[in-house]
């Protein structure tokens, strides 16, 4: 669906993105990891033209990306979603407005074929009940389950969450990580996550592609990225377990095989 080919891209004399290959499967829920700082969100602005690359290129269902326009951009994120890492609601709209801002934006729905799209969405993530509540009113979870919302009101084929876990506790992160992963499949999204939580990229990838000093180092199934023998794999995958609960790193390493 996504493929970047020997990706660069500087900002002044800092080398952020210094030669990226990825392929990032249709229809599958693929994880960007890596240490902060690495270029992960970088990398996902490319994907959606937020940022052009310095060398490279971008290429999304066979077609080349890299030099479009900016109108073309705009009809091209039609077939895009995206989750903000603080949910970026618009603060003096309610929630059930904020779903509706995109549809009235980028399509010629009329009023009652924008709240029938508003209540499905909002039914997708459990929040119906908050619909006339403005974000100051929500939780953290439910801040992020809004975003999600209006992240699939344009019924996207692609989706991208950036950092979609953090600031939320334990037990948030894998409610919030379960319903992506549950609307990926009922949607027959491909759907892009940045994150450095390997315990839940475990769980909840398909496919999984570890960035390091600017390149893909490692990529592949949970499986293949857990067999890896690059040293910095190794190390980060190390690192993150190091901090687990012993029973979450047994039920992680038993249920990919270990």
Avoid at 35 to 63: A, C, F, N
Avoid at 187 to 209: C, E, F, K, N, W
């Amino acid at each position: 669906m996504v493929e970047l080919q020997e990706l660069y891209k500087s900002f002044g004399e800092h080398e952020v993105l210094r030669g990226v290959n990825l392929r990032i499967p249709r229809g599958k829920l693929t994880f960007i990891m890596g240490q902060s700082g690495t270029g992960k969100s970088v990398l996902l602005k490319h994907i959606i033209g937020l940022l052009k690359p310095d060398r490279g290129k971008v290429i999304i269902d066979g077609q080349d990306v890299t030099r479009f326009s900016e109108k073309e951009w705009q009809r091209l994120r039609r077939r895009f979603g995206y989750l903000f890492q603080e949910g970026a609601l618009f603060d003096s709209m309610t929630v059930a407005e904020n779903v509706a801002f995109p549809l009235w934006e980028h399509t010629r729905l009329s009023f009652s074929e924008i709240e029938k799209r508003v209540q499905e969405k909002l039914a997708v993530v459990g929040l119906l009940e908050a619909r006339d509540k403005y974000p100051s009113e929500l939780s953290g979870g439910m801040k992020k389950r809004a975003a999600l919302a209006r992240a699939l009101a344009l019924e996207p084929e692609i989706i991208l969450f950036d950092e979609p876990t953090t600031g939320l506790d334990p037990l948030l992160q894998v409610s919030i990580m379960k319903l992506i992963r549950d609307t990926q499949r009922q949607y027959g999204l491909t759907g892009v996550v940045v994150s450095h939580d390997v315990p839940i990229a475990m769980r909840a990838a398909d496919y999984i592609a570890i960035l390091h000093q600017g390149k893909v180092v490692a990529q592949g199934t949970p499986e293949e990225i857990r067999k890896s023998e690059h040293p910095f794999v190794q190390e980060f995958l190390r690192s993150a377990f190091e901090g687990c609960h012993p029973e979450e790193v047994q039920n992680v390493q038993e249920k990919h095989g270990n």
